[in-house]
């Protein structure tokens, strides 16, 4: 039997704002193995306590749109005078090398990710309910209300957007939703087309 070295996934998360991706991408990260953070490239300058290549890749104006015109993006955008993108080389090193790699990004991002790789597995979180969304939001005490129901107001939007994912994660425990995605990678390795190298004669 050859078994030879399976490729790495590429899997989008997305979800609104308050739904608490970063507490589950923060779970999913310390009890799986072989699962690689994808570390935005940002222009916009380090906030306190914001550290490079952990939070961001801060980089110039120049360099940013040097990156566009090589191709070296998979995805960016641009988003209140600063450009937010993810290196197209790091993601296909990792995988080649059999890593999952893991991009946190929303939904138009997530859309020029699934254009450029077919294959990239797209997973939406949610809240149990939009009630518990907007008590989180409330709860963070750090927005004022008219940016709340902002807030609200573009999840609704992104709720649309839920059709063209492959999978709808609810996070009504951190531990559940972390679960859930690991389950949904460990079917997406088992998948007929991605281990058929590993019987011969085929």
């Known amino acids: 039997m050859n078994r030879s070295r399976r490729k790495g996934e590429l899997i989008v998360l997305s979800g609104p704002s308050g ?5 589950v991408i923060s779970e999913l990260m310390g009890s799986r193995g072989n699962l690689y953070f994808s570390v935005s490239f ?11 290549g952990v939070n961001y890749n801060f980089v110039d104006r120049a360099e940013f749109e040097r ?9 960016y955008a641009e988003y209140v005078g600063n450009y937010y993108g ?3 080389k790091l993601i296909q090193d990792k995988i080649e090398e059999g890593i999952d790699v893991l991009l946190d990004i929303e939904v138009q991002g997530a859309a020029k990710v699934r254009a450029r790789c077919p294959e990239a597995v ?10 518990e969304l907007s008590r989180r939001l409330h709860s963070r005490a ?25 999978y ?23 998948r007929a087309k991605k281990r058929i190298n590993m019987i011969e004669g085929i």
């Open 19 to 23: 739904v608490g991706k970063s507490t």
């Open 142 to 166: 750090t927005d004022p209300e008219d940016v709340i129901q902002g807030r609200l107001q573009k999840a609704h939007d992104e709720y649309r957007e839920i059709v063209t994912y492959d």
């Open 122 to 131: 797209l997973i939406f979180i949610i809240p149990p309910s939009f009630e």
């Open 67 to 75: 990156m566009i015109a090589a191709g070296e993006l998979l995805e």
């Open 42 to 52: 940002t222009t916009r300058a380090p906030r306190v306590g914001e550290a490079d």
């Open 86 to 88: 993810t290196s197209l």
């Open 168 to 190: 709808l994660v609810v996070n009504d425990t951190v531990s559940n939703a972390a679960a859930e995605i690991v389950s949904i990678l460990t079917a997406e390795s088992c």
